[in-house]
């Protein structure tokens, strides 16, 4: 098994644990500088005494006998005192530090020395003769320049030993009646700046010499350190091959991610490794001579396929050709297997295992595609279960569940190549039949399904029955949608001619369709008329409990059908085009009446699917946001994926420019379909609003559970923020919280309420903290 990586903070503590600190590389300078003196202690302690042999042979005649035998044992003592410290160190490994201290050490010890030998011109030079004078100069001379250059790297010493030892040398001279004494001086004085100077660039190359090698040193022990943090705990591997991709050298996990681990690939070609479509990519990647980048490839392994992703540039010859690849490898395998779950989440219902409604929808429109191309038959049906809501509100959503799950495990033993199923939404189903001989055959599976469905079940000890009709549109020369829509009003007929039967969508229908146009003629005037209303929802922040914003939902109050939901009027008024009057009258309503509320509350407004893309939505946004002088990020605009589906060339403008505007955006009844996951990165959404369908039921729900984690983990990956809907229990409210979501609203919060009611609402819900702008 390939062990994790070490976490970047790891890996800093390791490299901060081996890096030089300005402090430290100041001490090993410093105890470079002093070693590099030490070193040659010997051979400047054995000149010393040569020059004080010289001295005494010179000065013996003329000097005082005890003063030059005084001198003479400070000489011998400084001497033996040096070779014993130098003795006592040999043996011993350098110092890798200093302290100021031992600059200061050294520099005495030079100045002891440089007195000493500055004593002799000051004592004698005036006494002797002039040729005495000229081999006492000469030494003296000598001993400026090399005492000098020996102490080079410790500036200091070397300065105080040149400084003292010219000064001597000058009084010295000046006690004699030599004709070109001021010349002498002159010269002794311009030698010694030279020295002076002349060491301290020395000493000056020394340190930024040193200091150049310690860190490019110590830049190796941290790359190495890397690359050794790399080798034992990276899943990616290293490689260098020849030109023709033979491996040359490799990491040992790359052994192992080839299913050969202990073993040498040396010799071996990465492309015969790989499966035949990833060779044959890689060859032409290698023919291009150029850089390649996370290419994944296939790769057949005595442990079964893996996917691995590669990068590698060449290494050019002389000539211009690849001499060689270097490269890094990772295997990728576990991604690419979650990117297939998530893929496969995103296409299936998570409780029945069929298509969702989104795929189901993709599926139709293939096989549609498939049958006009064929000249072939084509149908699509619609079912759902009598009574089903009954059933959840008895015996509860799980068992509901569990009906579900039977009845869906039911219809795909009535699969098939041309024969697909798939759960469009809560208890309802999809069908699809193609490649048909005639329309009987097609009934006679309805049936079928019918019988199926209709049987009698055990379900956690409660006997269930429950009926089923379904809808059937034949054609191809419908759109995909038309024909699904006609579908589900066959279904609707279906149920409505006593249950229990298939239904084919034809003329007789256009009653109900006459319906519909006047309950369209009835909301042309309603919202002149008064009769649209808007109620509030309120959404809870789950950290302190608090209410942070409202969602206003829509209500019409007919005069002859009472109060009917969103429901029942918005599609028709999408269909009809009265949407965009109806969404800007809620957009400016809501805003007027969030503007009374407290500055940290913000309102929610849910956008239709029908006005994406219009300029008209820009235009209310801003009208509505400047009447009533709302801050923009009070306002949230809700979408559903069916913004996706549409995929309008101008999505991703429109949303971008709703977004600009300061509003935030939030992904309505997310979970229920394929398309959003898509584009969670691409366009700017800030808020998941997880579907009631997950929400609310049992807790131990393992499908609804792995589905609201997984929801929950995108967001937070992404920054997203995430709304539990249809919170209707307390055990309800628990379970979201504890799967981290950041929000909740449901029935258990409380009812819509009308805007007049929620300064008493607020009474007991007000937030913990409160903020201009508040995070929706």
């Given at each position: 098994m390939v062990r994790a990586a070490p976490s970047v903070e790891t890996t800093e503590r390791r490299i901060a644990a081996d890096a030089v600190s300005t402090a430290d590389l100041a001490g090993r300078v410093r105890a470079a500088q002093i070693h590099a003196v030490t070193r040659f202690a010997p051979l400047t302690m054995f000149a010393n005494l040569l020059n004080a042999g010289v001295v005494l042979w010179v000065v013996a005649g003329d000097a005082h006998i005890a003063l030059v035998g005084g001198w003479a044992v400070a000489v011998i003592l400084m001497v033996t005192a040096t070779t014993l410290g130098w003795l006592r160190t040999r043996g011993r490994q350098p110092r890798s530090t200093a302290s100021p201290r031992a600059i200061r050490r050294a520099t005495i010890h030079a100045a002891l020395l440089a007195m000493l030998w500055a004593a002799v011109p000051l004592l004698w030079f005036g006494q002797l003769p002039i040729d005495d004078q000229l081999v006492i100069a000469c030494l003296m001379t000598g001993m400026i320049c090399a005492g000098g250059f020996a102490l080079s790297t410790v500036a200091p010493a070397a300065h105080v030993y040149v400084g003292i030892l010219t000064l001597g040398s000058v009084l010295g001279l000046l006690q004699t009646d030599n004709t070109f004494v001021g010349a002498l001086v002159a010269l002794i004085v311009a030698y010694s700046l030279i020295v002076i100077q002349s060491v301290s660039g020395y000493s000056r190359l020394f340190a930024e010499r040193f200091v150049a090698e310690a860190r490019l040193k110590d830049r190796g022990e941290i790359i190495e350190l890397l690359l050794n943090d790399f080798e034992e705990n990276a899943s990616d591997w290293l490689f260098e091959t020849g030109p023709d991709f033979a491996i040359t050298s490799h990491s040992p996990r790359f052994a192992v991610a080839a299913g050969l681990a202990g073993q040498s690939l040396v010799g071996r070609r990465i492309a015969d490794l790989l499966a035949a479509e990833g060779r044959e990519a890689l060859v032409q990647r290698l023919a291009a001579a150029e850089p390649f980048r996370d290419m994944e490839v296939r790769v057949e392994t005595p442990d079964g396929p893996r996917w691995w992703s590669l990068t590698a540039k060449p290494v050019l010859a002389d000539d211009g050709r690849p001499g060689s690849w270097r490269g890094v490898g990772s295997d990728i395998s576990d991604r690419r297997l979650a990117g297939d779950k998530v893929a496969w989440m995103a296409r299936t219902d998570l409780l029945t295992g069929l298509p969702n409604r989104t795929h189901f929808r993709d599926l139709a429109a293939a096989k549609l595609a498939q049958a006009r191309a064929e000249g072939s038959g084509f149908a699509i049906g619609f079912?759902?279960?009598?009574?089903?809501?009954?059933?959840?509100?008895?015996?509860?959503?799980?068992?509901?569940?569990?009906?579900?799950?039977?009845?869906?495990?039911?219809?795909?033993?009535?699969?098939?190549?041309?024969?697909?199923?798939?759960?469009?939404?809560?208890?309802?189903?999809?069908?699809?039949?193609?490649?048909?001989?005639?329309?009987?055959?097609?009934?006679?599976?309805?049936?079928?399904?019918?019988?199926?469905?209709?049987?009698?079940?055990?379900?956690?000890?409660?006997?269930?029955?429950?009926?089923?009709?379904?809808?059937?549109?034949?054609?191809?020369?419908?759109?995909?949608?038309?024909?699904?829509?006609?579908?589900?009003?066959?279904?609707?007929?279906?149920?409505?001619?006593?249950?229990?039967?298939?239904?084919?969508?034809?003329?007789?229908?256009?009653?109900?369709?006459?319906?519909?146009?006047?309950?369209?003629?009835?909301?042309?005037?309603?919202?002149?008329?008064?009769?649209l209303r808007l109620v509030y929802q309120p959404i809870v922040d789950l950290d302190h409990g608090g209410v942070i914003a409202f969602e206003a939902l829509m209500r019409w109050q007919h005069p002859e059908r009472g109060l009917l939901s969103p429901g029942l009027f918005i599609p028709i008024a999408e269909e009809s085009g009265l949407i965009d009057a109806i969404g800007g009258w809620a957009l400016r309503q809501a805003c007027r009446d969030a503007a009374d509320w407290p500055r940290h509350l913000g309102v929610a407004v849910n956008l239709s699917p029908a006005q994406f893309g219009q300029a008209g939505v820009l235009a209310h946004v801003t009208h509505a946001l400047a009447e009533s002088h709302l801050a923009p990020c009070r306002l949230e605009l809700e979408i559903t994926e069916a913004l996706f589906m549409a995929r309008h060339g101008n999505n991703e403008r429109f949303l971008n420019d709703l977004h600009a505007l300061g509003v935030r955006l939030a992904l309505d009844d997310f979970g229920t379909g394929f398309s959003s996951l898509g584009y969670l990165t691409r366009f700017p959404i800030q808020k998941l609003k997880i579907d009631r369908s997950f929400v609310h039921g049992r807790a131990d729900d393992d499908g609804r559970r792995a589905v609201v984690e997984a929801i929950v983990g995108i967001a937070h990956s992404l920054g997203l923020v995430t709304t539990a809907e249809g919170v209707e229990t307390a055990e309800d409210l628990a379970w979201v919280t504890a799967l981290g979501c950041s929000q909740a609203q449901g029935y258990h919060v409380a009812e819509p309420m009308a805007a007049t009611a929620i300064p008493a609402f607020l009474a007991d819900f007000q937030p913990a903290t409160r903020v201009a702008c508040p995070a929706l």
């Open positions: 079912l759902d279960l009598d009574h089903f809501k009954s059933i959840n509100d008895t015996l509860g959503h799980p068992v509901g569940d569990a009906l579900l799950t039977a009845v869906s495990h039911d219809l795909s033993q009535l699969a098939g190549p041309d024969v697909v199923f798939g759960r469009v939404g809560g208890d309802e189903f999809g069908l699809i039949v193609t490649r048909f001989s005639d329309r009987q055959a097609v009934f006679a599976l309805a049936d079928a399904v019918i019988a199926a469905v209709s049987r009698s079940r055990s379900i956690d000890g409660a006997r269930l029955t429950v009926g089923t009709s379904v809808g059937l549109v034949f054609g191809t020369t419908e759109t995909i949608d038309d024909l699904i829509r006609n579908a589900d009003l066959a279904l609707y007929r279906a149920k409505d001619q006593g249950r229990g039967k298939s239904m084919v969508f034809d003329d007789a229908m256009h009653r109900e369709a006459e319906e519909r146009r006047r309950l369209q003629e009835d909301l042309r005037t309603a919202l002149n008329d008064g009769e």
